[in-house]
């Protein structure tokens, strides 16, 4: 007998740490010690561990055993890390060969099958950068953990098999044991291929046109008008017009939803950006993240890359609406708890969508609306000024009349328009390909002012409404990055001033209303 040893991964966030298990086999009584911050989950550990090995007929020694997670002073958390102690235990007892060039990962129960665990594909990751390509997790996690390039991936539904292929007695082993699987993944690619469609939505000419440009350029879009405007289609229409993917950040966004996976056997790799809809009682630990212990990711993490859609914006917590302007500034989200600090990226697409007052018909000449004039401005005025001035397109959603469903069938369908949104986003990577950056959105003031600087005859208005204060510094970048993604579209090499005067338009129109 020795220390065995064998290894696995710890999460903080999405960021991954190589843990090294050590296992030691005392001569003391019985006795099952964790060292190394393990949480509550991972001190149960202890007990799965037992009954799991014991009805795969190679039940743990009788002496004390001490597990040793290194470093010590790296929180562990989650039933993860069942595996690797298991294993390390078997190896300190001789009854396994060495366990120390593979990671472990999986949670065990206690008839001895190999159970899934959220965030495989973080995990998966860390280990092979950090030079352990060999990797064995529950047969439930070998088509999440094979995304990963590098990585030889093993999976297991027993503890026995696993045991056997290490060099287990087979006459010891509960090898005939065939638990049902159990383990048959939903058919997400048939639910991915139903998107709405653009053509769905009757009328609503420039409320279509600004979701385009908002697609083409990445921008943020706040939508204000009267109930049954077709506010909400709009908004679940945009991530039908966004570009798929590239595999970097299928990753980054695969990643951060297998940590958040309700059913953590059936992520799969994802191709088309994400759509968050969080509700409007949702708390701040549910939108930015959080919660007791290590933070785990919320809404505004699960929409990187995609579309955050906040519907009735102002009955949200003012508290959790500002929240957001720090990653719609920086595109990430860094929480800080007592048991440690989690970064979560966070480049998304805001989408606000609000009524015009509490009962939603101060619109036209708003003669059926009840509000007190202060009542509008206290329901309007939830969503704070530093907020809205972060949001690039501010439209106002008329309603729909007659004649719009008179039209039905001669609007463009979201192929059309994704196609032209494409083009534009072609053009905007071969101009700022060499200054590090995709979309027009990210474009900070000193390129805008200086790279691409425009005549100041094209900036005219725009220095006018600054001069008089009508724009922030932020609002009048804002303008320029929109007024740049209406050249794109226009398929011109810069903006003129009419794509100026414009883009002012879709930034003023609800304050104009």
């Not at 290194?70 to 078997?90: C, E, N, Q, W, Y």
């Not at 226009?490 to 338009?505: E, F, M, T």
Request: some cysteine; proline content about 6%; charged content about 20%.
């Amino acid at each position: 007998m020795g220390v065995g040893r064998s290894y696995s991964v710890a999460l903080l966030g999405l960021n991954g740490y190589i843990v090294e298990v050590e296992a030691d086999i005392g001569q003391t009584l019985p006795n099952f010690v964790i060292l190394g911050l393990p949480d509550a989950s991972l001190n149960e550990a202890k007990e799965r561990i037992r009954s799991a090995a014991q009805n795969s007929g190679i039940p743990l020694s009788r002496r004390k055993i001490t597990a040793n997670l290194i470093p010590a002073s790296l929180p562990k958390r989650g039933s993860g890390f069942d595996l690797a102690i298991t294993m390390a235990v078997l190896r300190a007892a001789g009854d396994i060969r060495s366990t120390e060039d593979t990671v472990f990962i999986s949670e065990l129960g206690l008839d001895g099958r190999l159970r899934p665990v959220r965030g495989i594909l973080p995990a998966v990751m860390a280990a092979v950068q950090a030079g352990h390509p060999k990797i064995v997790v529950a047969h439930a996690n070998v088509a999440e953990a094979e995304l990963v390039p590098g990585a030889v991936v093993r999976g297991y539904k027993t503890l026995a098999r696993l045991a056997f292929d290490f060099g287990a007695n087979p006459q010891d082993l509960a090898l005939d044991y065939d638990p049902a699987d159990g383990e048959v993944a939903g058919d997400q690619d048939a639910a991915a291929a139903v998107v709405p469609d653009l053509c769905d939505v009757s009328g609503q000419g420039d409320a279509r046109r600004a979701l385009e440009v908002a697609a083409a350029g990445a921008h943020h879009v706040l939508l204000c008008g009267p109930p049954g405007a077709g506010k909400t289609m709009l908004a679940e229409r945009l991530p039908g017009l966004l570009p798929d993917l590239g595999d970097q950040e299928a990753m980054e966004v695969t990643a951060i939803h297998s940590l958040s996976a309700v059913h953590v056997d059936s992520v799969r790799l994802l191709r088309r950006p994400p759509f968050e809809n969080p509700h409007h009682s949702a708390t701040a630990a549910a939108i930015i993240g959080g919660g007791s212990g290590l933070p785990r990711p919320g809404a505004a993490s699960r929409a990187h890359r995609g579309v955050l859609f906040l519907d009735e914006a102002p009955e949200y917590e003012r508290r959790v609406l500002d929240a957001l302007r720090q990653p719609l500034e920086s595109g990430e989200l860094v929480i800080h708890r007592s048991a440690g600090t989690a970064a979560y990226p966070a480049r998304f697409q805001l989408v606000l969508a609000a009524n015009p007052c509490p009962c939603g018909k101060a619109t036209g000449k708003g003669v059926d609306c009840t509000c007190t004039p202060v009542m509008r401005r206290r329901y309007f005025g939830r969503m704070s000024g530093p907020l809205l001035d972060r949001v690039d397109i501010q439209l106002q959603v008329e309603r729909v009349s007659l004649a719009d469903f008179g039209q039905a069938g001669a609007e463009e369908d979201t192929a059309t328009v994704a196609s032209r949104v494409q083009a534009a986003r072609s053009r905007q990577r071969q101009r700022l390909g060499s200054l590090g950056m995709e979309t027009n959105s990210q474009v900070p003031g000193r390129v805008l002012r200086g790279e691409l600087r425009l005549p100041s005859a094209t900036t005219k208005i725009l220095d006018t409404s600054l001069e008089r204060g009508i724009l922030t510094a932020r609002g009048y970048d804002r303008v320029l990055r929109l007024a740049w993604t209406l050249a794109d579209l226009g398929h011109r090499d810069q903006p003129h001033s009419d794509d100026i005067g414009q883009a002012l338009g879709l930034r003023q129109a609800v304050a104009a209303a």
